[in-house]
């Protein structure tokens, strides 16, 4: 009986995991922009994560480990891969809407920017994490954070000619 007790605690687990697998995603895209770069770093950090609880790690916060998980493998390929450039994202054919073409500038400007600063600026700005979040998932300080976050907005608005605008709170 305590083996089917496990069984489903297993079970239970992966579909805590499998929870967070949109958050992932579009954190992925992020960094890769693109899809298909971003299914498989989001395949190997949950293969990674099953394989850890399968070894008997238990995963508290699941959401947070999940997310360094995919940064961690994506800095290894990139390293791995020395001087790649990311991909252009793809340009709409003909944007309906002025919104369409503002985020696309801004979604290019952020590519542009360094890795440690769009990634500081996704959590926040899109995704909508606290300071504090991000500390604990990068496992720095929350000063840190918010120096990094407030460095990315300046280049950013600076790349967007928004001089003395707000941008991303």
Request: glycine share 4%; proline share 4%; hydrophobic share 45%.
């Amino acid at each position: 009986m305590q083996h089917a007790c496990s069984v489903r605690q297993v079970a239970d687990d992966e579909d805590v995991l499998l929870g967070h697998k949109d958050v992932l995603y579009r954190y992925a895209v992020s960094l890769t922009r693109s899809g298909p770069e971003a299914d498989d770093l989001v395949q190997e950090a949950y293969s990674r994560a099953f394989q850890a609880q399968a070894r008997g790690q238990v995963i508290r916060n699941p959401r947070p480990y999940l997310m360094r998980l995919v940064h961690n493998l994506f800095i290894d390929k990139m390293r791995a891969a020395r001087n790649v450039v990311l991909p252009e994202q793809e340009e709409a054919a003909e944007p309906a809407q002025e919104m369409q073409l503002m985020v696309q500038e801004v979604f290019d400007a952020m590519a542009t920017l360094p890795e440690a600063q769009r990634d500081i600026l996704w959590r926040a700005g899109v995704e909508g994490m606290r300071y504090a979040e991000i500390a604990e998932e990068l496992e720095l300080a929350e000063g840190t954070v918010t120096s990094r976050l407030s460095r990315a907005r300046a280049a950013l608005r600076a790349r967007l000619g928004w001089s003395d605008q707000r941008l991303i709170s």
